[in-house]
């Protein structure tokens, strides 16, 4: 056992020259554990001599290992724009800078400087959105789960809100209204068949305990066949008869009208907003193209009620939430749809993504790749069903490992009938050389 005598000291040994310019306690942390997995093994008689170099190169690699980041950029090939396991919207570089004045700096944030007293953190983006959307009021929460939780719980609890059978959805995991619904404390009140709810459903199932008329955007499923919905302005009447809120939560709502007829019968919220909702609320990182966020508009006593409930405090946003959407909201009220990736993408012409296919292609080779016109779609739980066309370099080879290797390359892209796609509708174009790049590499 001569052998644990030459265990090296862990003082003396983060010492090292080869630990120059690393941080001594996480050092002594890692060094330790090492050190001690070492003393196992030779008192188990696994290792019988130390080989202090491999020693000090495992300890490198794990303390290396521990600081590589967890949360990284991916380059995304999929073609699928708003992708949700890779992040939904993209922010702007130049929205981010313009929001990071606000964000590296003390700011007016619940501080009012005209009067010089504490002011309202909600005021900032509602100016804004106010004049983008053209209502009365509005209020920012969490995320659109938080904003659907807010209503139901505000003015539904022990209460009862009708909603068509049809539009009972489940969004990406963990989001079901009517699981949504029983923990606001609001009582769910199914109405219609899965394939058609008639207006006069919705009045029947009126009484005295309703609080809620409320419609659920079906944004990752349509009904096909034989089906009908009831119009946002016959629910409305209802409503307005009864003195009870109509609700609608759109879940991906945006502004301008979409390219390749998608706004067809998805209608931006402008035109959601003719039918004069109470309340409607929407995602900020879906179509909308910002951060993570739960926009509620409509009449301004509603809103105010919004306020009043506590909860609000653990679906408050952050500033972070709050300068970057001002800035996007900004971005829309001067139409600068260059700043809002999110569009951009979607409305990049096929022909641009063409020329940069086929550069893509000269520079792979021509033999080995070719560019096929096929479609997407927008993904992150919008726009359900509605392919658009889009732009593929398709590298020739068996797609499987295509697709393991460009991954390890953090390019994930796409299989479609067993050819490997590099699909360019949501690509940046600054990624198109390490693109080639990783081609060659595979192809050498
Ligand atoms: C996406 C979606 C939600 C949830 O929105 P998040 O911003 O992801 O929390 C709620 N309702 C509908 C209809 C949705 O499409």
Excluded: W
């Excluded at 696994?46 to 000090?56: A, F, P, R, V, W």
């Amino acid at each position: 056992m001569n052998v644990l005598r030459d265990l090296p000291k862990i003082d003396k040994f983060v010492t090292l020259p080869a630990f120059f310019g690393l941080s001594n306690t996480l050092l002594t942390r890692i060094a330790k554990d090492q050190i001690e997995a070492l003393r196992i093994r030779i008192l188990s008689n696994k290792t019988t001599q130390i080989d202090h170099e491999s020693l000090i190169q495992e300890v490198l690699d794990s303390y290396h290992t521990l600081l590589a980041p967890s949360l990284k950029p991916l380059i995304n090939a999929t073609g699928v724009i708003l992708h949700t396991n890779m992040g939904r919207s993209l922010i702007d570089p130049e929205i981010l800078d313009r929001a990071s004045r606000v964000l590296c700096n003390y700011s007016n944030l619940e501080y009012n400087q005209s009067k010089g007293c504490r002011g309202e953190r909600y005021e900032h983006v509602s100016k804004h959105l106010r004049a983008l959307l053209g209502v009365e009021d509005v209020l920012v929460v969490n995320n659109n789960a938080s904003a659907v939780f807010l209503v139901l719980n505000t003015f539904a609890k022990g209460k009862e809100v009708v909603v068509s059978r049809g539009e009972l959805v489940e969004i990406g995991g963990s989001f079901r209204i009517p699981e949504v619904m029983s923990q606001s404390g609001a009582i769910l009140h199914e109405v219609g068949a899965t394939n058609k709810t008639k207006a006069s459903d919705y009045a029947n199932a009126i009484n005295e305990n309703t609080a809620i008329l409320m419609k659920v955007h079906r944004s990752n499923f349509t009904i096909e066949g034989f089906s009908s919905e009831t119009e946002y302005a016959d629910i409305k009447t209802l409503s307005k008869e009864h003195k009870l809120i109509d609700y609608y939560d759109l879940g991906s709502g945006y502004i301008p009208t979409l390219p390749y007829n998608l706004s067809n019968d998805e209608h931006p919220i402008s035109k959601v907003l003719e039918d004069e909702p109470n309340l409607i609320s929407f995602s900020g990182d879906k179509l909308f193209g910002s951060v993570q966020a739960g926009i509620i508009a409509g009449k301004k006593g509603l809103i105010d009620e919004l306020k009043k409930n506590q909860l609000l405090r653990m679906l408050r946003v952050d500033k972070i939430t709050l300068s970057i959407l001002e800035e996007t909201i900004k971005a829309y009220l001067e139409e600068r749809y260059d700043l809002i990736p999110t569009l951009k993408l979607l409305f990049t012409d096929t022909d641009e993504l063409q020329d940069r296919a086929e550069m893509m292609r000269k520079e792979i080779g021509s033999e080995i790749s070719d560019v096929i016109k096929t479609s997407t779609v927008m993904g992150g739980g919008t726009l359900p069903n509605k392919e658009f066309p889009t732009i593929a370099l398709h590298i020739h080879g068996k797609a499987t490992k295509l697709e393991r290797y460009f991954r390890a390359r953090d390019i994930i892209g796409r299989i479609e009938r067993d050819m490997f796609l590099i699909d360019l509708r949501a690509l940046e174009s600054k990624y198109d050389q390490q693109i080639i790049t990783a081609a060659k590499e595979f192809l050498s």
